[in-house]
């Protein structure tokens, strides 16, 4: 490596399904059709609504640097969000709207994470998170989990696993990759044991709103001393917009001010106008119509992967990816990945990108594509796996 490139970079890890992606759209450039399941994407346009609100900004030529924290009016519209949602009364002063979910993780352990400390991470988990925290000079502490804790750190494991040099513990859920979930009496207990050693909870809540069967409590319903990161890109349909918000504690509210001051000035101010238009009744009422869409999508391919040979040790219960063992065809998810590009024409993304733990034989599938795609998908998979016993 260059002796000009910093040497945190070496620790930076890709994401591997970038090679799958870029190999995809050069098959596609040849003629090649190719069905998509590898990315975290909804297929569904941002509602009109939303992009008439944010092109009106723009003509309007309100498109000038907001405070750092956010429009107040955004940010007293998502408190009002928790109250109506949640029923949880947060303060718009501990609101902070960042350049998507990405921009609320890199404050909040930029306020919160010293050289040298460590993070508690479930192994499978999102790769960036880890990513996030050796840039700050942290160190990532994988916590292989299973079945049998549904995928999740537990208070029990964050108590096994906490060591003095600890400072955080991330918890997303529903999670990426599995889509499952805490239970409210399971997200009690993680919070309880950070706060019993004095550490800082930070909960991903970015796939609230695409829960299928039951309901998604915010950590802010047991503690005011916890972090929340959620985001406009998946329910809302927004990616593109790069905007997301972090709630913070009462005494966190000054340092990610003038940490946010620094590295952003502030979030798109058009994306921010946009947003205000995301919590109406009648947009709303469409993002449940599309969630139903992704239950449908779901139930499909959780039944067919399983009679394909697939094996699903949970079934998801939000965001709108299913996390496979594949060991039954190969050892080799990478390989089995690259192979089924090439020859099915189906991409996945395969279990390294997740973590170590049994990576190799876990893929995740992502149902952000049509129902028909999905059928489509599924054929090819299956005349795949019977070509080649």
């Known amino acids: 490596m260059s002796k000009k490139i910093a040497t945190r970079m070496q620790g930076i890890s890709p994401f591997y399904v970038m090679e799958l992606l870029q190999r995809a759209k050069q098959l596609e450039q040849q003629g090649r059709d190719i069905i998509h399941m590898e990315i975290g994407e909804p297929d569904f346009p941002t509602p009109a609504g939303i992009v008439e609100a944010g092109i009106k900004s723009i003509q309007t030529g309100y498109a000038k640097y907001t405070p750092a924290a956010g429009l107040p009016a955004l940010r007293e519209r998502i408190a009002r969000y928790y109250l109506d949602n949640y029923h949880v009364k947060v303060s718009a002063q501990r609101i902070f709207i960042t350049p998507g979910a990405s921009g609320a993780f890199l404050l909040a352990l930029g306020v919160t994470l010293n050289e040298g400390e460590s993070v508690l991470l479930a192994d499978p988990s999102y790769p960036c998170n880890s990513n996030f925290i050796k840039l700050f000079g942290g160190m990532p502490s994988f916590v292989p989990v299973s079945e049998k804790s549904d995928y999740h750190l537990t208070g029990e494991l964050i108590g096994q696993n906490w060591a003095e040099n600890c400072k955080a513990a991330v918890i997303a859920s529903p999670s990426n990759p599995t889509g499952t979930m805490l239970s409210d009496d399971g997200l009690r207990a993680a919070i309880d044991a950070v706060n019993q050693n004095q550490g800082c909870f930070l909960s991903d809540e970015i ?26 890109s998946k329910y809302f349909a927004m990616t593109g917009w790069r905007i997301g918000w972090l709630v913070v504690p009462e005494a966190f509210i000054e340092p990610v001010e003038k940490l946010a001051q620094n590295i952003f000035i502030s979030t798109s101010t058009h994306s921010q106008a946009a947003a205000l238009e995301a919590f109406t009744h009648t947009n709303l009422a469409e993002l449940d119509r599309r969630k139903m869409e992704f239950k449908q999508r779901r139930d499909y391919l959780y039944s067919k992967l399983s009679e394909i040979g697939f094996k699903i040790r949970a079934k998801p219960e939000g965001a709108f990816y299913i996390y496979a063992d594949c060991s039954h065809f190969t050892q080799d998810s990478f390989l089995f990945a690259k192979d089924l590009l090439e020859e099915a024409g189906v991409a996945i ?41």
């Open 349 to 389: 993304t395969p279990g390294k990108d997740f973590g170590q733990h049994q990576a190799n034989i876990h893929v995740r599938f992502a149902y952000t594509t049509s129902l028909e795609r999905l059928e489509e998908g599924v054929a090819r998979i299956k005349r795949y796996i019977e070509g080649n016993k």
């Open 207 to 232: 796939y609230h709103g695409l829960v299928y069967d039951k309901y998604a409590a915010t950590a802010l319903k047991f503690s005011d001393e916890v972090f929340v990161i959620n985001s406009f």
